[in-house]
């Protein structure tokens, strides 16, 4: 059974600080996901992943994905008060795109 | 486009009531998806079809029935609520995997068993 565990559940950091959420998962997947949802909303894609030492940055964050490792970052550079969000990282089961996901990170930026 | 729509966004039943959630794209997505999320934890996939007349289990089907008669179109069915099934409720779509790997998500049902 794939299990996908995300740590730190919870984190809360000042602005201008460097943070990495880390997304550990059990079987092999070679496709990854990245997710931000804010309190009562849906999920916005960040990034999606595809092969291993695959590396993708967006303004503020960075997300890697090691496939022998089972293992992918999510790196907060600088942080500011519009990164405060909830973040998943989902893995792709079967290939049919039938994803599991973590439990989730829930992300506190503090002026 | 108004990508993936769902319908209504909220609503309460009564233990043993039933329903129907709707969820329509509109970006001719070949894949669909349902799935719930319970309060702070992530999602999880209920059921998905990969065409129209083809459907298949994910993690939690139990308590829940789905149909695609149409690639627009993929309701998901509740028999007899119960409390356990008060949950949020999302429906995806994508295209096949090779062809995009972007997953679309609505903007949730949510349902409370009273």
């Known amino acids: 059974e794939l299990k996908v565990e995300q740590n730190p559940l919870f984190l809360s950091m000042q602005e201008g600080k460097n943070y990495t959420i880390y997304c550990n998962y059990s079987?092999?997947?070679?496709?990854l996901y990245w997710y931000r949802q804010d309190p009562g909303k849906s999920l916005e894609s960040l990034f999606v992943?595809?092969?291993?030492?695959a590396v993708k940055q967006e303004g503020r964050l960075m997300a890697s994905l090691d496939t022998k490792a089972r293992l992918s970052t999510l790196h907060i550079t600088a942080a500011v008060h519009d990164l405060s969000a909830t973040y998943f990282c989902?893995?792709?089961?079967?290939?049919?795109?039938?994803?599991?996901f973590g439990q989730g990170t829930r992300l506190t930026i503090n002026p | 486009n108004a990508g993936v729509t769902q319908t209504p966004k909220f609503r309460i039943l009564k233990i043993g009531q039933s329903m129907t959630l709707q969820c329509t794209q509109d970006?001719?997505?070949?894949?669909m998806y349902w799935y719930r999320q319970d309060p702070g934890m992530g999602l999880k996939l209920i059921y998905y079809?990969?065409?129209?007349?083809?459907?298949d289990k994910g993690e939690v089907p139990n308590g829940y029935n789905v149909s695609r008669s149409t690639t627009e179109d993929f309701p998901l069915r509740l028999e007899l609520a119960a409390p356990s099934q008060t949950s949020v409720y999302f429906c995806?779509?994508?295209?096949?995997?090779?062809?995009?790997?972007?997953?679309?998500f609505g903007p949730g049902t949510r349902l409370t068993v009273t």
């Open positions: 079987t092999t997947s070679d496709r």
């Open positions: 970006m001719n997505h070949n894949y």
């Open positions: 992943l595809l092969s291993n030492g």
């Open positions: 079809s990969v065409g129209a007349g083809i459907t």
């Open positions: 995806a779509s994508s295209f096949p995997p090779g062809r995009s790997y972007e997953q679309y």
């Open positions: 989902a893995v792709d089961r079967q290939g049919a795109q039938k994803l599991v």
